[in-house]
């Protein structure tokens, strides 16, 4: 005897929010380490997410208009950019944005993000002292996309 209730499957994805869109999700990485630039590209492209690399604060503010990320990922310290202050910059755009520091594992610029995020109310942000293991950063964006709706993953 099949206990299984035939549905529609589309009729469960589009109740969930995440099959039925055609938005694909951005992610914007806020870096000038090659290694990370490359790991995320790995993972962007394996979960068809487009990766838009950002060099300096005012480049953030054009890739946060022109293709409204789901997520941002970014250094804490870089050369070109500060990452506090692009912290305040992605507040100013819409505090609720799913936001990655990596912070290199100092416990001082941990704790400094921590209070920046309290300060710009931000709503959504994790610290990673490395770049984050593939499962933590696949959470991070599956999280963020559904936010956005637009990851074409659904919660197994």
């Known amino acids: ?11 469960d994805f589009d109740r969930l929010g995440t099959m039925g869109s055609t938005k694909q999700g951005v992610v914007a990485v806020v870096s000038d380490n090659p290694a990370t630039i490359a790991n995320m590209g790995s993972v962007c492209d394996f979960l068809d997410l487009r990766m838009e690399v950002v060099s300096t604060a005012a480049d ?52 400094a993000a921590d209070a920046v995020q309290e300060m710009c109310g931000l709503t959504s942000v994790t610290l990673s002292s490395e770049f984050p293991l593939g499962g933590q950063l696949v959470a991070f964006l599956f999280s963020a996309g559904r936010r956005m709706g637009c990851l074409r993953l659904v919660p197994v």
Do not use: W, Y
Request: charge should be negative.
């Open 1 to 11: 005897m099949n206990m299984i209730a035939p549905r529609s499957l589309a009729q």
């Open 60 to 111: 953030l503010c054009q890739v946060l208009l022109e293709h409204q990320p789901m997520a941002v990922i970014a250094d804490v310290e870089g050369d070109a950019q500060d990452g506090f202050h692009i912290m305040k910059l992605i507040a100013r755009h819409d505090a609720d944005m799913a936001v990655m520091l990596l912070t290199g594992g100092d416990a001082v610029l941990m704790g």
